[in-house]
Structure formats: C-alpha cells, structure tokens
C-alpha cells in the first residue's frame, strides 16, 4: 500500500460492503479504527468505520444506513490479526456491536511498550518514531456525526489507518527479532479478556467520585444506587450523569446512612423510600420504582454487614516497607532499561506494593513472562 496516498473507497451500500468483506478475506491482517461520539448516549454512536486492506482504505459510513452485520461476523470470525492503536475504546465497541472480540488482535501501543519504544506512546509519537511520519491530530475531537465530512476529516481519517498498516509489519519484525511475540500474545490475551469490558452493574460504585467520603453503610448503599443508575442508562441509551448525577446519589448514600446510625439499626423500607422521594432521583412522581429501590436498600442494610462493600485501600506500609519498594521500582527500571521494556508494561509502582503485602498471591508478576525476569527483585530479601 501507498501510505501517503492509498487508494480510497467508500462504503455507503450493500455492494460496496460485500466488496469490502472480500477483501477482508484476502488480507493478511487488518488495521483498523474508529470514530465515535457518547456524549449524549449510553452506548458509543460509531460515526465512520475506517479498516486498511492490502491495498486500498475502506470508510464505512454507518450513517448511511448500512446493516454492517455482515461485517462485525466477518471481523470476530477470521484468524487475521486485527490491528488497533490503544485500542480498549475500539476493542469496547466491537464486543458491544458483535457479541465477541476478534480472536486475535495487535495493539500497536502495547508492542510499543514491550519494545521500549515509549510507554503509552501516542499514536502520534508512535508514527514520527518509526515512520517518520508527523500526523495532523486536530480533528480528533471534530463532530464525525455531522455530513457531509470535511476534507479534512476524511485525510485525517485515511491517514490514521493506512498508517497503522505501515506500524503492523516493522513492529511483528521486532518483537520476532528480539524473542517477545510470545509476550505480546500474553499481553494481548489478558487485553482482550470480555470481562475487563463488561463490569457487573454491582461494581460500578467503584467509579463514583467522592466515594470514600461514605462509611460501610454508605457504600452498601450506594452499591444499590449505582446499579439502579447502570441499569436505567442502558435502557434508556443516555449517559449516567444524565440519568443520576453521583453527587446526587452520593448525597442520598449520606443521608440514609446517617438514618440508619441515627436509629442504631436499618432503617424501614417506607424510612427510605420517603428519602428517595425527597432526594434529586430519576424517578420523579413513580412511587412503584421508588417503592422497589427503598426496599432493595433496606434489604442490603438490613443484611450481614459483613456483605457490604468496602474500600480497597492498600495497608499503611511502616518506613522500611516503603524503602524497599522504593528499592525495588529503582531496580525495576534498571531492569527496564537493560531489557529495553517500558517500565509501566513491566510493573507498576501499586503492583509491586501489592506484592510486597501478600508475596504468595498470584498476580501477573509472578507469572508468565515476567516471573523469570522480576524473580531476583522479587525473590531477593528483604
């Protein structure tokens, strides 16, 4: 492919996309990015699908109207390396639209990263490294569901693909070169894990800002909250803070916790019920889902309180402990640099705490490849 100026098609009809799909089955692998907005939604609105075959870059217009079922089968079925630059946004879109994820799929970012190239290197920085290529990125954040597309977001969109097709092969050399594809198919394998992209609605408390403000009661309560407002945003397709503003939820969380100190014991159904009532909740007037959401706190409260959720905040670590982790990330990055490996792709400073505080826990330090290369840090005394 001519990366400065590939040949370009447009995909806006049934024939051109079958078109697509068969060049699909010819290519060896397929880069591939998109543009989206979620402002507005719940559920990202793909706004122009660019994917790189051999010799030409496809723009699908879903705008258009187009079924592009055809397609995600096509992309989630087929043994070719999909190839995405910090690619979770993408990666996210994909399982949403297809029900599954690509069974194999190369993030230019992370090989970077294993390579010492930089850690989470821009695509950008990532393009002028090896291609020698400097990319206009203004239009990152132009409004891609407007029509018809500028000119200049179509160059901007072409280029950020074809380039990509020109990342793939010089970093496949180097990771074959240097002995890590093996490490990069591990990588890989833990990003494309379904589950980091599908939280249970009973976690997403943990996202709340503010949250540590709450004692154990209001975090019980919150947990409820939380889950009420994932469920109604993906009903309704609009955003969480569109549906339920956290300060709104937390200060709800405050009050029916004070309640239930006040009392010394859970509060009634009807207690809190009255309290959603009066708070800035999404139910307005509608007693019935006010009714079920009081009763569902008061069932959680009125649990073990053993079962609420809880803070995960790592130990206090006495002085000595933090000098040897200080210890251990100044050995860590000496072990980077000779290895040629970005140090956050190799350890972060939280995971080597982590381990230090429970040394016989699994976690990915100890396994895989980076068990041979971290066991002197790990293993030396302390």
Known sequence: MNHEHPQVRFVTRPEELA???EAM????????????????????????????TTDTVWLVDPIAGLDLTPFWHELVVRDTPVVL???????????TAAGRLPPQVFDTQVAAELLGIGGQLSYAALTEALLGTRLDKGETRSDWLARPLSETQLNYAVQDVAQLHALYPRLEQRLDETGRRDWMTEEMARQCDPARFTPSDEQRWQKIRGVQTLNRAGLAVLQVLAAWRERLAREQDRPRRWVWGDQAMLDLAHAIARQAAKAEQAPSAAAITDQIARARSPFGRDSSAQDKLGQEIAAALGGDCADWPRLSRPPAMPPAQRELVKSRQSKLVAL??????????????????QQLANPDRPSRLTQGWRAQLLAPILQAPD
Request: glycine share 2%; aromatic share 6%.
């Open 85 to 95: 630059h910090a690619g979770d946004q993408d990666l996210d879109l994909i399982l």
């Open 25 to 52: 089955n010819m290519a060896h692998y397929l880069p591939l990015d998109t543009e989206f907005v979620r402002e507005r939604t719940y559920f990202p609105q793909l706004a122009l699908l660019q994917i790189a």
């Open 336 to 353: 980077a640099e000779e290895q040629a490996i970005s140090p956050s792709r190799l350890a972060t400073s939280a995971e080597l705490r």
């Open 19 to 21: 078109a697509l799909i």
